[in-house]
T-cell receptor, first 113, second 115 residues
């Protein structure tokens, strides 16, 4: 069956440490993979996009890796801050002739001071 | 710049009633989509559209209809509401429909309760 799994429902880490979130997928071949942040009661907000032929993408304190052999993406937040506390969603763009974007269930990240 | 606007923000329906969730974007985006979000289940794709006059089914299309007569609007219709359709609904849009949709811009959501 096809599925997208994000490593855990919740992740708690100490401020200043690196948070690492995992997105694994089965029986999909995404052309692109995206990460979003969602705060309670709000719509998701785009963070990063990585293409299937890219291994790594960085933006400020964020880094995403994409391994199409392992069918896995890792999302890192370095020097984490309490303001980074939110739910993080990975999304696969199953682009062939048109895009079709599907999401994982998300990981709730809490950064404690 | 309003972005993606969803109305209504809250709605309570009785089983069997019909209604339309409205979604409008002012960014001239080709790609638009509807998701529902239930606790612990992330976002599930209902329907999507790559341009005016073109729609397709997502992961959970049953019980929902869509149409795309203009670039700006993408309404979601519930013909006969069921309690299983109680959820938060999000509309999203993106500039590119070819070569990948790119960054999705989301509305603030519509919370629907079906009694």
């Amino acid at each position: 069956s096809q599925k997208i799994e994000q490593n855990s429902e919740a992740l708690n880490i100490q401020e200043g440490k690196t948070a690492t979130l995992t997105c694994n997928y089965t029986n999909y071949s995404p052309a692109y993979l995206q990460w979003y942040r969602q705060d309670p009661g709000r719509g998701p907000v785009f963070l990063l996009l990585i293409r299937e032929n890219e291994k790594e993408k960085r933006k400020e304190r964020l880094k995403v890796t994409f391994d199409t052999t392992l069918k896995q993406s890792l999302f890192h937040i370095t020097a984490s801050q309490p303001a980074d506390s939110a739910t993080y969603l990975c999304a696969l763009d199953l682009y062939s002739s048109a895009s079709k974007i599907i999401f994982g269930s998300g990981t709730r990240l809490s950064i404690r001071p | 710049n309003a972005g993606v606007t969803q109305t209504p923000k809250f709605q309570v329906l009785k089983t069997g009633q019909s209604m339309t969730l409205q979604c409008a974007q002012d960014m001239n985006h080709e790609y638009m989509s509807w998701y529902r979000q239930d606790p612990g289940m992330g976002l599930r794709l209902i329907h999507y559209s790559v341009g005016a006059g073109i729609t397709d089914q997502g992961e959970v299309p049953n019980g929902y209809n869509v149409s795309r007569s203009t670039t700006e609007d993408f309404p979601l219709r519930l013909l006969s509401a069921a309690p299983s359709q109680t959820s938060v609904y999000f509309c999203a849009s993106s500039y590119s429909s070819s070569g990948g949709a790119g960054e999705l811009f989301f509305g603030e959501g519509s919370r629907l309760t079906v009694l």
